[in-house]
């Protein structure tokens, strides 16, 4: 047996510690290189988000039939775009789940949404997750009330431990919600579920410490969270089915906590809709998401506790490479013809 020293990479995952920080930087950067080059869109440029918020996807025509080469390109390209998302991730989890419903029929409309997932990672292959930046750990739960075009709502959370995202979902709704209520206690039943599995992994490990944290789930729809706390039935919530009435039992037993989060500091809006740039880097950043180039500035300047690198990213480097993070310098854009 041979002591290979500390581990920096694990089935395409690169693992790097800061150990004057305490800090872990998670990253995927030598497997998105290789399937960009393997979709021939290791040249382009880059847009700012992986999903156009103007743009509503939508099913082919009925007249419409892909042809089966067509068919197997994309599915190859959801496919390794899957693997990243269920990687390190999170920012591409929605544009990933929205392109994946078409795999069995895509057009030329679901081509060019596949193509930009692609072209955004171009522009950020070093961006992972940092955990140690501050120690703080919560849940994030939220649901976009009948966007899809079946009138089905996109419901997503994630979970944050010492700053950074452990774990993360963007999944269509099963049923149809019939309000907004209903949709995001829907979605809450899920991040319960979520969050009491990831109390009894964090007790068999021994870290007990962590579990209060791991308890606050965060929501921002105001009748979801009287619905949760208060035990009064009320006559417009019977369409609910019985397993989301859960969340009441295990709010009443604090098994979790649930506290109120403003729309905009909603960092699981992320998994729920596509969106404008602000607020897509704003929950990049919520996320624990930053570029590597961030990661090991962290050694030549010194942060407040809870402070983030990210915010000093964009005035501290004097040089950065050809499509890198938000910071694209790349060439003008070429047509790959693989996904086409």
């Known amino acids: 047996m041979t002591d290979l020293g500390p581990l920096t990479s694990f089935l395409g995952l690169e693992i790097e510690r800061n150990y004057n920080q305490r800090t872990l930087h998670l990253s995927q950067k030598i497997y998105l290189e290789k ?6 869109l290791e040249c382009c440029n880059p847009p700012l988000t992986p999903a156009d918020p103007d743009v509503c996807l939508e099913k082919s025509e009925p007249e419409f039939e892909a042809i089966p080469e067509n068919k ?57 997750l940092c955990y140690g930046i501050h120690r703080l ?19 997503g959370y994630t979970f944050l431990l010492n700053g950074a995202a452990i774990c993360w979902n963007s999944k269509k709704q099963t049923t149809v919600a019939l309000s907004s209520t209903e949709a995001e206690y829907m979605a809450l039943t899920q991040a319960v579920k979520e969050s009491l599995w990831l109390q009894a992994i964090l007790q068999d490990l021994g870290a007990r410490k962590d579990m209060e944290e791991i308890r606050n789930i965060n929501i921002d729809n105001q009748g979801a969270l009287a619905l949760a706390r208060n035990p009064q039935f009320h006559a417009h919530t019977k369409p609910i089915d019985i397993q989301y009435h859960f969340v009441r039992e295990h709010v009443e037993n604090k098994s979790i906590a649930l506290i109120y989060c403003p729309t905009g500091e909603m960092t699981a809006d992320i998994f729920t809709k596509a969106l404008p740039q602000p607020a897509f880097v704003k929950h990049n950043i919520g996320l624990g998401l930053i570029n590597h180039s961030a990661f090991v500035l962290q050694d030549t300047m010194s942060l407040t506790p809870g402070e983030h690198p990210e915010s000093h990213h964009s005035h501290i480097i004097p040089k950065r490479s050809p499509g890198e993070g938000w910071y694209c310098e790349s060439p003008e854009p070429t047509f790959p013809r693989s996904l086409e």
């Open 35 to 40: 399937i960009l080059l393997q979709h021939r």
């Open 72 to 128: 197997r390109k994309y599915q190859s390209a959801v496919g390794s775009l899957m693997y990243a998302m269920l990687g390190y991730r999170p920012d591409i989890s929605y544009a990933v789940a929205k392109v994946s419903q078409y795999s069995t029929n895509p057009d030329i409309t679901h081509f060019t949404a596949g193509k930009r997932i692609f072209r955004y990672l171009a522009g950020s292959p070093n961006r992972g």
């Open 137 to 155: 750990g919560y849940g994030f739960t939220d649901a976009d009330w009948g966007s899809s075009e079946d009138r089905r709502s996109i419901g």
